[in-house]
């Protein structure tokens, strides 16, 4: 689990870094003694050593990717991918190259950009089997990690689905994304809002070179859900209901800054306090249509919409579905998993 230290990396990540080194026939405790980290990591550890544990793995297997792909990134490929979008014109040129790049390099799984109704897919497929949970996770680590320097801010993530089973330690996927997640579905796919991919691109060589060199290290943590200022709006606000959520001159005020200053900030991180409300009233909708019975108008009210005719619109805005449809198509999908269960 993600420690209450936002720079802290389960060791669950560890662990499943470390069978890279496993399914080489390599050991672990050499590789981990050099890093200073014991025999076997129960604790959470910084995000610079995990940084430092990826980069030694890596050079262990000659692969930046954990031996998942079909075939190697070999060290080097993620430093030529930042090459290869540093010169694109716009985001979604960015994500087009290195979807390309990346498909080059490990063959499979292939990532796809999908547009829709206000929403962007990054769709990837296998060849065969699904892959791990922490399979997919690193490549939308790596892909998501550099866009968003590319554009220097976060970029917010609505949605992300996991081709394979969950795992054990599923709750720490949901930490790590801050966005709904949902696993033993058709495809993995990450989603985010269409109008990102309109953001510049305005990056040198020189500033390549220094984000390089706090790679892979900065990008498990400047562009995490739980970072910065935006988070701790989050966390103010996720303690209240809508319907006691404070103005935005008075939020200011409680968090001891001016309105212009609170909002110069949250706009560098990527956000605005109308995304971030907007954000965690989708997250509640998702959960209560998921694990509860509550009628739409009241999950509709309890959310602070005066009618329930603008809390479908703000649904569909989400996910691009009615609540009603939402609700249907996941007891369709959770009742054939369970029959598909008991078959096996």
């Not at 500033?207 to 709006?233: C, E, S």
Request: include cysteine; aromatic fraction near 8%; hydrophobic fraction near 40%.
């Amino acid at each position: 689990m993600v420690d209450a230290d936002r720079r802290m990396i389960s060791p669950s990540f560890v662990e499943e870094a470390l069978d890279c080194l496993r399914r080489a026939g390599k050991p672990t405790t050499p590789l981990l003694a050099s890093l200073e980290l014991p025999p076997v990591v129960e604790n959470p550890i910084s995000a610079e050593s995990y940084g430092a544990l990826w980069l030694a793995v890596a050079a262990e297997v000659d692969d930046e990717f954990f031996g998942m792909g079909e075939r190697p990134m070999r060290r080097g490929s993620f430093t030529l991918l930042c090459h290869c979008v540093l010169h694109a014109k716009t985001l979604d040129q960015a994500l087009r190259r290195a979807l390309r790049f990346l498909g080059v390099v490990l063959e499979d799984p292939t990532g796809e950009l999908v547009i829709g109704d206000g929403l962007a897919e990054i769709v990837l497929t296998d060849k065969g089997n699904a892959r791990s949970a922490f399979a997919y996770r690193t490549y939308w680590i790596l892909l998501h990690g550099i866009t968003c320097w590319l554009v220097g801010r976060r970029i917010p993530i609505r949605r992300v689905d996991f081709r394979c089973s969950e795992p054990l330690e599923g709750a720490d996927y949901r930490l790590f994304f801050g966005a709904p997640v949902q696993f033993s579905q058709p495809v993995s796919r990450l989603v985010f809002d269409r109008a990102v991919l309109k953001l510049p691109i305005a990056r040198t060589e020189q500033a390549l070179k220094q984000f390089l060199r706090g790679a892979p290290a900065n990008i498990l943590v400047r562009y995490r859900y739980d970072a910065g200022l935006a988070a701790a709006v989050r966390e103010r606000l996720r303690q209240q209901a809508p319907a006691a959520w404070s103005g935005f001159d008075d939020l200011a005020v409680q968090m001891h800054m001016s309105p212009s200053t609170l909002r110069h900030r949250l706009q560098a991180e990527g956000h605005s306090y109308a995304g971030i409300k907007d954000e965690i009233r989708r997250d509640r909708a998702i959960e209560m249509l998921l694990s509860s019975a509550t009628s739409v108008g009241e999950i509709a009210a309890q959310l602070g919409y005066s009618e329930p005719s603008a809390f479908h619109r703000a649904f569909r805005k989400w996910t691009t579905k009615s609540p009603a449809a939402f609700r249907r198509q996941t007891a369709v999908s959770g009742s054939e998993q369970d029959r598909n269960s008991v078959q096996g």
